[in-house]
């Protein structure tokens, strides 16, 4: 319970991250060089709720191995997108 407690707290909290940096332009290294436009942000945001949803319903079920395996997925999918601009950041 406590992995779908994670995940649900993690991939809610990086999507609404996610969808407010999509309402911005962002910086020259986040459009230009590493392509982090509004659409990229926004595809991050619906991926990120989904897999709120998805934790949510492994945690009404109990499902804890489905949690674990779900969280292995998003956490590549977060840290991938913590990652993506980042370098970005000092731009401004």
């Given at each position: ?84 601009f980042l370098r970005g950041a000092s731009d401004e």
């Amino acid at each position: 319970m406590v992995w779908s407690l994670t995940g649900f707290a993690i991939a809610a909290l990086v999507g609404t991250i996610a969808w407010r940096r999509g309402r911005s332009p962002g910086g020259f290294y986040d459009r230009e060089v590493y392509g982090m436009d509004c659409a990229a942000h926004r595809r991050y945001a619906v991926a990120s709720f989904v897999f709120a949803a998805y934790f949510a319903a492994v945690y009404a079920r109990g499902l804890d191995t489905a949690a674990i395996a779900g969280l292995a997925v998003y956490a590549l999918i977060a840290l991938l997108y913590g990652t993506s601009f980042l370098r970005g950041a000092s731009d401004e």
